[in-house]
């Protein structure tokens, strides 16, 4: 499973690429607004810092408003992948620009069904909100099995993107589940990166190597 980082916050998105773990980025409104700063500046930014889908989000809610914006949003960089919200303009939308060559991530996904038929309209990427799911008493990541075991059946070529991640144990469940790829947010990936009994080894490991500098010396 490949990982993308899911923020708009330029300074994380160094940080991750440069541990070499992150395949892409995604966006959302909310995400872009947290940074108070202007929407192409930032996704122009990110473009140049990962070599990966960068996921940009349209804002209209008709197809002949989303389909314009999407094809200025895909010129700021040939990496960029429009975010398209699941209902029907948008799957308009998707089938349009699919024809146009360019790719969509079809969001808020919460349904098996909607994963098809996003699929089936021509989307690139489905992202099902397994956090979102959790927080109304259900579980999101039955959600991602099922359209994982659903596009394995059909040979569906759309790639599923877990999201709204909100701890480990959901990178590892997406994993398990069949998710391609994770979009995780960066506070996530540092929990993934720690361990306490890794700190114990490390901690360990370098007292027993003054303990051995402090005899030499005193040898000497
Ligand atoms: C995904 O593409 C969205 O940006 C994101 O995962 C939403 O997460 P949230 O439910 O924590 O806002």
Redesign the pocket.
């Known amino acids: 499973m490949k990982l993308f980082i899911?923020t708009a916050n330029v300074e994380e998105i160094r940080r991750a690429n440069e541990m070499g773990i992150i395949s892409g980025v995604?966006?959302?409104p909310?995400?872009i607004a947290k940074e108070g700063r202007d929407f192409k500046q930032v996704v122009a930014e990110i473009a140049e810092i990962v070599d990966g889908p960068i996921?940009a989000e349209v804002i209209s809610m008709k197809a002949e408003e989303m389909v314009p914006e999407a094809i200025e949003l895909s010129k700021i960089h040939e990496n960029i992948v429009i975010?398209i919200p699941m209902c029907e303009e948008g799957l308009k939308a998707v089938k349009i620009l699919k024809n146009e060559g360019i790719k969509t991530?079809v969001?808020l996904i919460f349904s098996v069904n909607q994963a098809l038929l996003a699929a089936r309209a021509g989307a690139s990427y489905v992202?099902p909100?397994a956090?979102?799911v959790d927080?109304v008493g259900q579980n999101g990541m039955d959600i991602i099995r099922d359209i994982a075991k659903v596009f394995h059946i059909y040979q569906m070529n759309c790639e599923i993107?877990a999201?709204?991640?909100?701890h480990p144990m959901h990178v590892t469940e997406a994993a398990l589940a069949g998710a391609h790829i994770s979009?995780v947010?960066f506070d996530v990936i540092k929990k993934m990166i720690s361990h306490p009994l890794t700190d114990i080894g490390i901690n360990k490991f370098l007292a027993d190597w003054e303990k051995l500098n402090e005899s030499l010396k005193r040898g000497r």
């Open positions: 899911d995604t966006t959302n909310s995400l996921s975010k991530n969001t992202s909100f956090g979102r927080d993107i999201a709204s991640i909100r979009t947010p």
